[in-house]
């Protein structure tokens, strides 16, 4: 037993002078490589932050990286000369960013904005509900997040904090440390740390906090209820509601950049073409034809990105393609629905483009048709010989017109559908929730208007009626004479009198009823919260919603007149839309598409320069000097030859997301030098390991014997 108990502290002893002596004995024989300076071997909270401090490090060489966030209902840009712009809705102030200057990130939260300014500080402009908005006090801050209820910052020392709505927790981010870059999801928050690994704190009810176990992370994106998180090698991992399959990323691969919508995933590829998963309903993953991207922001219902010429894309909510009509010609008549723009061709066949999920553009086949009307999710047409035509959403029945007949003319409201015919009377199908169908006593009508819920009609002398939903006033026209055109809003009505000026009720919020003033109008047509005048001379007035702008008519000239005895639209207005027909046939059209085409936030271009010493070499993307956008992240990949082994990156290393990791990414956010450093394998030490082989022969040797003599002794006694 004695010996036995020898036999441990014996072992234990060879197996530390092992320790001590094969250590030694690589370093004798090894290439020295020089350390990397001091911020590298620190490799302190930021110096991985390859999102949030390319940012601020942009701004003291006097650029700034280009970049989009979006809400639920507003987009932001931010302009390489640090200046915001914004469009969408603004009913709480959340696009006020005009005068925003010095600003080198923003983020974009259900109704309202964030931006980060150079010197570290924080604005905000918006909804300020649960105080989301109260950052004027914060400072040393490297980068932003905000979500419906809560904005978060991370600050220079990798600490983070919040702002707002705690109700699950999401605000508890105060022992957070060696944070490189948050993200902000519907009441939860997540953090990336230098070392790869991911936090989370708040609502956890999707598992979407379930991100412990994740490693070599360089970027996380929070959706509604999902969180997506980008490796270093290009793939992708997500955690959360997958209801909608916005979880389905294990497939992607060669991904330098996600995002995360409410129910929907975007991953922008190293070759600039774009993938997205999940809830499509309004268009928000139609991105596969999208090319040379370098950012891209996901929101509510739709999906915005920022090409390499500093132009921004968008689709989903607003960006149907409602706006696309350039192309057209030989229109006589247009017609705007809420997302969804048609056209009559002189020949009587149709054309329509915008949002088609229901059908509402199949136009392609109809002919013989000499008036269009468009309704939220549906399109009629009158055909020449009075009979109907219709395509699209078909819930109400709005669509059920086929038996019509005698018609002369049509309107189309959200979700009903109405026709005077030819002896004056009226008729209507589809939703009648407020009695807006309610036109069967109605006689003398030559025109007739559909709003969100209400029916107007112009009777032959000039008065008006109207029927349905009256919360705001919009029926209120019975005092109205000398009227000779009426058009309907979603909750206003607009009318034209002989004189050529303009009456108006109903709601008027954004001022869509402020026409008191307008002279010399000969058509007019409201949208949901925005009402447009074409005067005589050809020139279009504008007032009311101009979130997307759909009010920028301004410089539209020669727009085609209404013929006397024909009551055709030369004008129409949408929900964010306004189009018209020139005089020559061709539609011009404002809205949230045109102005965002507008949109030019500037350039930046970095250049990278990487080597790297004897041993190995750069493979992925190579060495020498390469030219990236500003804000760009760039997978780089060290491959050591035989004999040699990876040591680190050196360098320009503080925006590398692992400087000890042979596959990382840099982000550009100026021009930097890297190199990659090498060195040899420890050569095999034969002789000591001969030493240690026949010290533990003899170790054994030595057991094996005494328990031998021990085992005669016993057996003799």
């Not at 036995?4 to 014996?10: E, F």
């Not at 959706?223 to 992708?236: A, E, M, P």
């Not at 030559?446 to 109207?466: C, P, R």
């Amino acid at each position: 037993m004695k010996n036995r108990k020898m036999l441990l502290p014996a072992l234990l002893s060879i197996a530390l002078v092992v320790s001590l002596i094969l250590p030694a004995s690589a370093a004798g024989a090894s290439t020295a490589v020089p350390l990397p300076d001091d911020h590298s071997i620190a490799h302190s909270a930021v110096d991985g932050c390859s999102l949030a401090l390319a940012m601020s490090l942009n701004t003291s060489a006097g650029n700034v990286t280009p970049m989009v966030a979006a809400g639920w209902w507003h987009t932001v840009g931010l302009k390489s000369d640090g200046t915001v712009i914004a469009m969408g809705d603004n009913s709480v102030g959340q696009c006020n960013v005009g005068n925003w200057s010095g600003i080198v990130r923003v983020a974009a939260a259900v109704a309202h904005t964030v931006g980060l300014k150079s010197d570290g500080t924080v604005v905000a402009v918006g909804d300020n509900t649960d105080r989301r908005c109260d950052v004027g006090n914060w400072t040393d801050i490297v980068q932003v997040a905000a979500s419906g209820g809560h904005t978060v910052g991370l600050k220079s020392d990798g600490t983070v904090v919040a702002v707002g709505a705690n109700y699950g927790g999401q605000c508890d981010v105060d022992n957070w440390t060696g944070i490189i870059q948050v993200a902000a999801g519907k009441a939860y928050t997540v953090g990336v740390k230098s070392d790869g690994r991911v936090v989370a704190v708040g609502d956890n009810e999707y598992n979407q906090c379930n991100v412990g176990g994740w490693t070599d992370i360089v970027q996380v994106a929070a959706g509604g209820y999902h969180t997506v998180g980008l490796k270093s090698d290009g793939t992708v991992v997500a955690v959360g509601d997958n209801y909608y399959k916005e979880c389905n990323v294990g497939g992607w691969r060669n991904i330098i950049r996600v995002a995360a919508g409410e129910f929907h995933t975007v991953g922008v590829k190293s070759d600039g073409t774009v993938v997205a998963v999940g809830d499509n309903h309004f268009g928000e993953c139609d991105v596969g034809g999208w090319t040379d991207i370098i950012q891209v922001a996901a929101s509510f219902l739709r999906t915005v990105g920022v090409k390499s010429d500093g132009t921004v894309v968008a689709v989903g909510v607003d960006y149907y393609g409602q706006c696309d009509v350039g192309g057209w010609t030989d229109i006589i008549w247009v017609a705007a629905g809420d997302w969804h723009t048609v056209g009559v061709k002189s020949d009587g066949t149709v054309v329509a483009v915008g949002w088609n999920s229901w059908g509402q553009c199949n136009v392609g086949g109809w002919t013989d048709i000499v008036q269009v009307a468009a309704g939220g999710y549906h399109t009629v047409g009158v055909k020449s010989g009075g009979t109907m035509v219709a395509v699209g959403y078909n819930g109400y029945r709005q669509c059920d017109v086929s038996s019509w007949t005698g018609i002369i003319q049509v309107a189309a409201g959200s979700s009903h559908t109405v026709g005077v015919k030819s002896d004056g009377t009226v008729v209507a199908v589809g939703y009648n929730s407020s009695g807006q169908c309610n036109v069967g006593n109605w006689t003398g009508i030559v025109q007739v208007a559909a709003g969100s819920s209400h029916t107007v009609g112009l009777k032959s002398n000039g008065t008006v009626v109207a029927v349905g939903y009256n919360n705001d006033g919009q029926c209120n026209v019975g005092n109205w004479t000398d009227i000779i055109q009426v058009s309907a809003g979603g909750v206003h009505t607009v009318g034209v009198k002989s004189a050529g000026t303009v009456v108006a009720v109903g709601a008027s919020e954004y001022g869509q009823c402020d026409v008191g003033n307008w002279t010399d109008i000969t058509q007019v047509a409201a949208g949901y919260g925005h009402t447009v005048g074409l005067k005589s001379d050809g020139t279009v007035v504008a007032v009311g919603d101009d979130d997307s702008g759909q009010c920028n008519v301004g410089g539209w000239t020669d727009i085609k007149q209404t013929p006397a005895g024909e009551c055709y639209h030369t004008i129409a207005a949408g929900e964010h839309d306004t189009v018209a027909v020139k005089s020559d046939g061709t539609v011009v059209a404002a809205g949230p598409e045109i102005e965002l085409g507008k949109w030019n936030l500037g350039v930046i271009k970095d250049a990278l320069i990487i080597s790297s010493t004897t041993g190995g070499s750069v493979t992925t993307p190579g060495e020498g000097v390469f030219v990236h956008n500003a804000g760009v992240m760039v997978r780089i990949v060290a491959k050591p030859e035989k004999g040699y082994r990876f040591v680190n990156w050196t360098g320009d290393v503080d925006t590398i997301a692992n400087v000890d990791a042979a596959l990382t990414v840099i982000t550009m956010s100026g021009n930097y030098s890297i190199t990659a450093n090498f060195e040899e394998k420890p050569p095999t030490n034969w002789p000591l390991i001969g030493g240690v082989i026949a010290a533990v022969v003899a170790v054994g040797l030595v057991i094996f014997f005494v328990r031998r003599k021990r085992a005669a002794r016993t057996k003799g006694g």
